[in-house]
């Protein structure tokens, strides 16, 4: 019987996952289920949490520390945003009314940035665990995903961010545009994902014009499906740092993120003359909830 002491957990869109933390931030169980913040309403949350985490449970009360969307304004509890610059998990947590006596949660606010406006949840928890991880780090951590950051931090702080929007651009122009009928399977042909990357780079100004040749390339001259699929991520993925260079130029570089997007961002990186540091996502996640827990109980 597992009965931890304390419970982490990573409440996104559309995914809920937990950890039974044991001592020294050793991890004695996890689970996951699909009951993400996406599907639920605020009164569902305690209870799709009781589902996962029930069985480690006993009679006496545990901490349960949550990051993610959970905490959004269409979430659990709305955990507001700490202003940069400023520690990742440096405020102080929200914690969340509870109907079962046995949990008491809280979850890690996001950050916000007033100029340019940008706002992060989840990823400073990430950010926290890679600092956790590697103390003194200084430089810039680059998340891929869905809504990429590049996040600037110095001192164990957030100085600055960026986000951008290309996972999410690669999703839509690769299942709703005419790109569509270009794509076919998961196929990757790394010559044509580096030959994009270097063609946006170089004009960022002609990337909508270069993604209609993409369906064009297909029509008159048979491009492959892989070949597709790669070099529309590789023109994004250009895209993006061509606006991120002034975070990534001259400076140390830790990617952080699941190994297929974050191998082609090292790629793209390191065709640049830049070789990140990996960091592993899962691991930086339970060191940034665990750094919260350690937070929450300095001030409790």
């Known amino acids: 019987m597992i009965r931890p002491d304390w419970i982490a957990v990573d409440w996104g869109t559309t995914h809920l996952r ?20 996406g599907g639920l309403q605020p009164s569902q949350f305690e209870a799709a949490l009781l589902a996962l985490v029930g069985p480690w449970l006993g009679p006496q009360g545990v901490d349960v520390v949550a990051c993610g969307m959970v905490g959004s304004r269409q979430g659990w509890v709305e955990a507001r945003y700490a202003a940069v610059p400023c520690a990742p998990v440096g405020e102080a947590l929200t914690p969340v009314p509870t109907r079962d006596p046995r949990l008491t949660v809280r979850i890690i606010p996001g950050l916000k940035q007033d100029r340019p406006a940008d706002v992060m949840r989840g990823e400073e928890t990430q950010i926290a665990g890679a600092l956790s991880l590697h103390p003194g780090f200084d430089g810039v951590i680059v998340l891929p995903g869905t809504h990429s950051k590049w996040a600037q931090v110095s001192a164990g702080e957030v100085v600055s961010f960026r986000s951008f929007l290309t996972g999410e651009l690669f999703g839509l122009l690769s299942d709703h545009s005419v790109l569509r009928h270009s794509m076919g399977g ?112 300095e001030t409790t």
């Open 186 to 297: 998961d196929g990757w042909d790394a010559g044509a994902f580096a030959e994009a990357v270097q063609e946006s780079l170089s004009r960022p100004e002609a990337l909508a014009a270069r993604l209609f040749a993409i369906r064009a390339e297909g029509l008159l001259n048979g491009l492959p499906p892989a070949a597709a699929r790669a070099r529309l991520s590789g023109l994004l993925i250009g895209a993006e740092l061509a606006a991120a260079k002034p975070y990534w130029l001259g400076m140390p570089v830790a990617l952080l993120g699941a190994d297929g997007l974050a191998d082609a961002y090292a790629a793209a990186l390191a065709a640049q003359g830049v070789t990140a540091m990996r960091i592993e996502a899962g691991a930086a996640t339970r060191a940034g909830l665990a750094a919260a827990h350690a937070r929450m109980k």
């Open 18 to 37: 937990a950890w039974a933390m044991g001592p020294g931030g050793t991890v004695l169980d996890e689970a996951m289920s699909d009951d993400g913040m």
